[in-house]
């Protein structure tokens, strides 16, 4: 969906309508990101969805049989501080993608009190707030930083801070294309931009008739998709928003939690490691005092709690000899010399346990379901315990991993969401005068493409498929490396599967999720 200000303005309307009033029943969890909250009004009992998800981020009316699932800490504080309460109104913050709504809970003690629910409606930044006399109670997402906006309970609330124009009247003598009007105008995405500068449009104008693109799979308030499309049009914006299947990331939670545990478990390591490493170092100057205690002339038989030495103050076991300190002394050193390339091994080691770890997160957010046996047997090297019994283990025949395929008139895609995916293409379906292309220095997807001719098409369509399965993907001006096979070198003695490039180019591009679905249709 085109979730933008004017989208926003839009549902905002519409959802004012039909929830105005009601009495908050309960809320519940349908999945880990989606909120739902049942209303009762009048003898009408309706759902209203909050999808916090970065894909699908949205809040709508929903018709579907949803029912809780999950919990969290976040949850219960929204139970606790707003469930029974009456929401008075929904609004929308200026022309921006945030939904405002307001709720009266009665308090036996204080009477009523309003308390808003704040809906940040922005991506990978979507975040759902509560806050009390523009102070924060809660938050899904929190963050602390040490100057500007603070999302921890009890800081002020602020909105997110804009020098842009509200949409409530658009000066076209100031544009000079719609990217300007993006940048000038807050709300308006740039899709919208190029639907109504050439004609200019003011935003009170459009007619909001629910449109979704079959093609792309794409929705929006209005029809601004290409006319030779095949298109459905829907009553309402929750309609349209609710003709979707919620997607049920459950099945991720146990391999999230195990990575996490594990990833932690690396880090306190490191921790230790890096305090032994500082204390190996400083035993290696334990040499020095040695050779201070021999050159400063003391009778060595002798026995003294310190001693002073070319202004060095070396503190001694007075139960010892001066000798006897020395000596020891010496051992500390070599002890620590012979520690210290261990140590330096393991925590090279360990740096790379945690640069993997952090790899499997973004395999886990790029998986679907029939990716996720592939992903579970590298786990189960780290401990992981599956509960799949594997059969046949005795037999040498491999089976194939679960790599995506896509295939137009053109070129062929291959693309592998996890280690072994990204093995199985790059180094058994690929040959070297195949292309590969890989977001530039961060995990992701390993996309081979076969192909004759590397036209524009075909690598701006490579460059997208790797941006999209990638940590990257929810970025802008996403860097892609690409070269052929035969530049390739897997990198020996690494855990999981890297490889080294040469001769890489690198394209900088932008997804494009119309254009994305329609790849993976």
């Known amino acids: 969906m085109i979730i933008d200000g004017v989208f926003i303005k839009h549902l905002v309307n519409e959802l004012n309508t039909n929830l105005e009033k009601s009495r908050l029943e309960k809320i519940f969890l349908s999945t880990e990101k989606v909120f739902v909250m049942q209303f009762y009004h009048k003898g009408r009992k309706q759902k209203c969805v909050i999808d916090l998800d970065p894909s699908s981020f949205s809040s709508y ?67 759902l707030l509560l806050v009390k006399d523009s102070v924060l109670i809660d938050s899904y997402k929190k963050m602390f930083f040490e100057s500007g906006r603070q999302l921890i309970p009890g800081a002020n609330f602020e909105f997110f801070p804009s020098n842009k124009k509200t949409f409530d009247v658009i000066d076209y003598s100031t544009l000079d294309s719609p990217k300007m009007m993006t940048s000038m105008y807050m709300g308006i995405s740039l899709k919208l931009a190029k639907h109504i500068f050439s004609d200019q449009l003011q935003i009170s104008d459009l007619k909001v008739i629910p449109t979704k693109d079959l093609e792309t799979q794409n929705g929006y308030f209005m029809d601004i998709f290409l006319k030779n499309h095949k298109k ?154 599956s509960n799949i019994q594997m059969k046949n283990t ?67 369509k490579a460059c997208m498929l790797a941006a999209h399965y990638s940590s990257l993907k929810l970025s802008s001006s996403i860097p892609v490396d690409y070269t052929l096979v035969k530049n390739l070198k897997k990198i020996p003695r690494v855990p999981g599967y890297k490889v080294i490039i040469k001769n890489q180019k690198t394209m900088y591009i932008d997804i494009d999720q119309e254009k994305v679905n329609s790849y993976l249709k």
Do not use: C, W
Not at 100 to 123: C, N, S, W
Not at 346 to 373: E, G, R, V
Not at 421 to 426: A, I, K
């Open 61 to 127: 009316i929903s018709n579907k049989d949803l029912s809780s699932t999950t919990t969290s800490q976040f949850l219960l504080t929204l139970k606790k501080q707003l469930e029974g309460g009456i929401l008075e109104s929904i609004t929308q913050h200026q022309t921006d993608r945030v939904m405002i709504f307001d709720f009266t809970v009665f308090d036996f003690i204080d009477g009523p009190i309003l308390k808003r629910l704040i809906f940040e409606a922005m991506g990978k930044h979507a975040n």
């Open 232 to 385: 459905k049009v829907y009553p309402t914006l929750s309609e349209l928003l609710d003709d979707h299947t919620i997607e049920d990331k459950q099945f991720k939670q146990k391999y999230e939690i195990f990575i996490e545990k594990y990833l932690k478990k690396l880090v306190r390591k490191k921790e230790q490691l890096t305090l032994s490493l500082i204390h190996s170092k400083e035993l290696l100057l334990s040499k020095d005092k040695a050779d201070y205690i021999y050159q400063s002339g003391l009778d060595l038989h002798s026995k003294a709690k310190d001693i002073e030495v070319y202004g060095m103050h070396i503190i001694l076991d007075e139960h010892l000899t001066l000798n006897e300190n020395a000596q020891y002394f010496y051992k500390l050193y070599h002890k620590a010399k012979r520690g210290l390339t261990h140590i330096e091994q393991q925590l090279k080691q360990n740096n790379l346990l945690i640069d993997l770890f952090n790899n499997y997160k973004t395999y886990i957010d790029i998986s679907a379901k029939i990716d996720i046996n592939d992903l579970e047997q590298e786990l189960i090297a780290y401990g992981y315990k």
């Open 394 to 460: 005795n037999k040498k025949q491999k089976s194939i991993p679960n790599f995506l395929s896509i295939t137009d008139d053109q070129a062929t895609y291959l693309v592998g969401k996890n280690n072994i995916q990204n093995e199985y293409v790059t180094h058994v379906m690929a040959k070297p005068e195949d292309y590969f292309f890989h977001v530039k220095d961060a995990p992701g997807s390993h996309v081979i493409v076969k192909t004759k001719n590397l036209n524009e098409h075909v690598l701006r």
